[in-house]
């Protein structure tokens, strides 16, 4: 099984064109990014080619979350993504009808002949180990992008009782996001920082065992983007807001140790 490295474009500045070029010249199988703006799709495309990356595209549903899904995937499935990464439906919707949308959503998901993965994030229908765990057994076709730093900080907990609700979803992750939690945030300041050694070695874990499934079950590849976050998300010095780390280093750092952790 091939491990394959994308750039997540989160937090990257310059134009679209610097962003592919840097991935590309640092040895990125493809970059992670959302539908680009209407009208810039020939450009991306372009852009694609030339630098010879492959492509995951994130969709994030709103609203009328069917049709939100609906007409983002009709955009996204013509680039051909090598994967699709979905934040779908909402925590707050009753359960009927999150499971109204990942029918249909699932419907949609064959008729592009598409690879959707729905992603473990807070805010989301799959916030929790538990909710994920309730959807994966009613609809067994879905397919999961694993961030399970949202689970910790949602949690408050290094997940050390939410072991059978983890092995379902490890068991169902075809796509990672790289990025160390810990129970109180989605993001530690350095995954390499000793006081965090902790959570490092949980997700590594979790990581290699999705890593095993995907292997034994003969998939060709499996898909791992670094997803460190700009500041927000990573954390920054009271009254300068400069960031404790520099963001295009943390997920340099996160891609070799996933390399060195996770081949074989």
């Avoid at 099984?1 to 010249?25: C, I, N, P, V, Y």
């Avoid at 008729?111 to 989301?124: K, S, W, Y």
């Avoid at 379902?168 to 989605?186: C, D, E, L």
Wanted: hydrophobic fraction near 40%; aromatic fraction near 10%.
């Amino acid at each position: 099984m091939k491990l394959l490295f994308f750039k997540a474009l989160w937090g990257m500045e310059g134009t679209l064109e610097d962003k592919l070029s840097r991935a590309a010249a640092h040895g990125y199988a493809g970059v992670e990014m959302p539908l680009p703006p209407v009208g810039e799709e020939a450009l991306l495309e372009a852009l694609l080619e030339r630098h010879g990356l492959q492509l995951i595209l994130q969709l994030f549903t709103d609203g009328d979350h069917v049709a939100s899904f609906r007409q983002q995937m009709e955009r996204a499935a013509a680039f051909r993504p090598t994967a699709i990464v979905s934040h779908s439906a909402r925590d707050a919707m009753p359960e009927e009808e999150q499971d109204r949308f990942f029918d249909a959503a699932l419907e949609i998901e064959r008729r592009h002949g598409a690879a959707v993965c729905h992603e473990t994030h807070r805010g989301r229908a799959m916030f929790t180990p538990w909710t994920t765990s309730r959807l994966l057994r009613k609809f067994p076709e879905l397919k999961l992008a694993a961030d399970f730093s949202h689970w910790m900080a949602v949690c408050e907990s290094h997940l050390e009782n939410q072991q059978d609700h983890l092995e379902q979803a490890i068991a169902r992750s075809f796509h990672i996001h790289g990025r160390i939690g810990h129970p109180q945030g989605p993001q530690v300041p350095h995954p390499a920082a000793p006081e965090y050694a902790r959570e490092l070695e949980l997700f590594t874990g979790w990581w290699r065992d999705i890593a095993a499934v995907r292997r034994a079950a003969g998939s060709p590849q499996l898909t791992f983007t670094a997803e460190f976050g700009p500041p927000g998300y990573l954390p920054t010095l009271p009254f300068t807001r400069q960031p404790v780390a520099d963001l295009w280093e943390l997920n340099e750092w996160m891609r070799e140790h996933a390399r060195e952790r996770l081949q074989g």
